[in-house]
């Protein structure tokens, strides 16, 4: 691994299922973020974990769950998913200890719910 | 109002053009400032840092006005390869934690 991974790239999902997006880091990264991305309404923080075993609720945190047991690992939860939620998740990850660093991003899982 | 705002775009420019664009924040304690580049379909990547002594580099010019929470990125000499979505970073600390906050983005696109 090498940076930030997220998996699925992509997924067609039934609306009423639970799904987990994966989200892993390498560079010990204190911070991790999850971002939904929609047309015209641009990165809009879902919730945000500061340490491993803390998490933080962003601005459209409704309908998604997270965890944060280690420092590599922060997954999203959707427990029963509704159509509104197809967009484009965006996980990152930054040395917030170190000031103004950069966020780095994974590629991005593109959730499609019918 | 959004906590960070930018111009709506899109922006069509000639190659060779100078194109800015700006962003303003609401909240007076943010910290850093950012300027990332998204091209179509792909994830944000860090294009730079903004500090309040304003910084260059090659061809873009970052700058930061606290008085008027206001952030600036220019591009002289614009490129084809400029084309992309500009997103405007900001981080303040809310307690313990640091939140990155976006700005929904400028649309560039740079036309031959």
């Known amino acids: 691994i090498a940076g930030i991974t997220q998996a699925p790239t992509s997924q067609i999902l039934a609306a009423g299922r639970r799904m987990t997006l994966r989200c892993t880091q390498d560079?010990?990264?204190?911070?991790m973020y999850w971002y939904r991305q929609d047309l015209g309404l641009g990165l809009r923080l879902i919730h945000y974990?500061?340490?491993?075993?803390?998490?933080g609720k962003g601005e459209v945190p409704d309908g998604y769950s997270v965890s944060r047991a280690n420092t590599d690992d922060f997954p999203l939860t959707l427990a029963s998913a509704v159509p509104s939620q197809t967009s484009v998740y965006f996980c990152?990850?930054?040395?917030?200890?170190?000031?103004?660093?950069?966020?780095?991003f994974g590629q991005g899982t593109r959730l499609t719910v019918v | 109002r959004k906590e960070v705002e930018q111009d709506p775009g899109p922006f069509n420019v000639p190659e060779g053009a100078t194109v800015a664009f700006n962003c303003t924040y609401s909240?007076?304690?943010?910290?850093?400032f950012f300027w990332y580049r998204q091209d179509c379909r792909k994830e944000p990547k860090l294009l730079m840092s903004?500090?309040?002594s304003g910084n260059e580099d090659g061809r873009f010019t970052a700058q930061l006005n606290r008085a008027s929470q206001y952030i600036s990125l220019l591009i002289r000499d614009s490129k084809l390869s400029d084309s992309a979505t500009y997103l405007c970073?900001?981080?303040?600390?809310?307690?313990?934690?640091?939140?990155?906050?976006f700005g929904s983005g400028t649309q560039l696109t740079v036309l031959p």
């Open positions: 990152a990850s930054s040395d917030s200890r170190q000031g103004g660093t950069e966020a780095f």
């Open positions: 560079m010990r990264h204190n911070a």
């Open positions: 974990s500061n340490t491993a075993g803390t998490t």
């Open positions: 909240n007076s304690a943010s910290q850093s």
């Open positions: 903004v500090y309040s």
């Open positions: 970073v900001v981080t303040f600390s809310s307690g313990s934690a640091r939140q990155l906050t």
